[in-house]
T-cell receptor, first 113, second 114 residues
Framework: AQTVTQSQPEMSVQEAETVTLSCTYDTSENNYYLFWYKQPPSRQMILVIR??????QNATENRFSVNFQKAAKSFSLKISDSQLGDTAMYFCAFFSGYSTLTFGKGTMLLVSP | DGGITQSPKYLFRKEGQNVTLSCEQNLNHDAMYWYRQDPGQGLRLIYYSQIVNDFQKGDIAEGYSVSREKKESFPLTVTSAQKNPTAFYLCASSIPGRIGSPLHFGNGTRLTVT
């Protein structure tokens, strides 16, 4: 079974700064997808970014980018120019064709003025 | 607009009573999922359904039941056998068979059992 580990239960950053959230996973499969979801105080789950394992290029979405290290099974999320609206719980998730989506336990990010 | 509707947003029940959480989607997705969220636990899969009239247990199915009689609907019943039912419940849907298709989530139902 796949496991997803987020080792930072909480993080804080000041507005306009950059923060990196870490995620590691364990799998024996070679083809899979990784996701970062955001859950703001409204509790709506929002897809932030997606990475396909067979693509070497790191995914980017505006201020959000990932550092995907396949050999190390690491998938960190970098948020640049942090905004107050980025305050949320962030979940890393793993999916392969042989499983359902597996989530990490989340990292609570607080962006302060 | 297409989306997933969960109702109600807050639900209160007495211990020993069964309660059903509603989940309706108009995204024309075949696959639907129920997750439970507890503080510090992330999201844990309760049940999922890839197609109408078929569903599978997830990681924490004990004390729960589901039905999938229509493509649009995937209600979750929390039975009295569920020992710790108080939690936040999220319903989601996706397009099965399309590898990497992200989940679309509803806004969740907060269930409190006393």
């Amino acid at each position: 079974a796949q496991t997803v580990t987020q080792s930072q239960p909480e993080m804080s950053v000041q507005e306009a700064e950059t923060v990196t959230l870490s995620c590691t996973y364990d799998t024996s499969e070679n083809n899979y997808y990784l996701f970062w979801y955001k859950q703001p105080p409204s509790r709506q789950m929002i897809l932030v970014i997606r990475q396909e394992a067979y693509k070497q290029q790191n995914a980017t979405e505006n201020r959000f980018s990932v550092n995907f290290q396949k050999a190390a099974k690491s998938f960190s999320l970098k948020i640049s120019d942090s905004q107050l609206g980025d305050t949320a719980m962030y979940f890393c998730a793993f999916f392969s064709g042989y499983s359902t989506l597996t989530f990490g336990k989340g990292t609570m990010l607080l962006v302060s003025p | 607009d297409g989306g997933i509707t969960q109702s109600p947003k807050y639900l209160f029940r007495k211990e020993g009573q069964n309660v059903t959480l509603s989940c309706e989607q108009n995204l024309n997705h075949d696959a639907m999922y129920w997750y439970r969220q507890d503080p510090g636990q992330g999201l844990r899969l309760i049940y999922y359904s890839q197609i109408v009239n078929d569903f599978q247990k997830g990681d924490i199915a004990e004390g729960y039941s589901v039905s999938r009689e229509k493509k649009e609907s995937f209600p979750l019943t929390v039975t009295s056998a569920q020992k710790n039912p108080t939690a936040f419940y999220l319903c989601a849907s996706s397009i099965p068979g399309r590898i990497g298709s992200p989940l679309h989530f509803g806004n969740g139902t907060r269930l409190t059992v006393t």
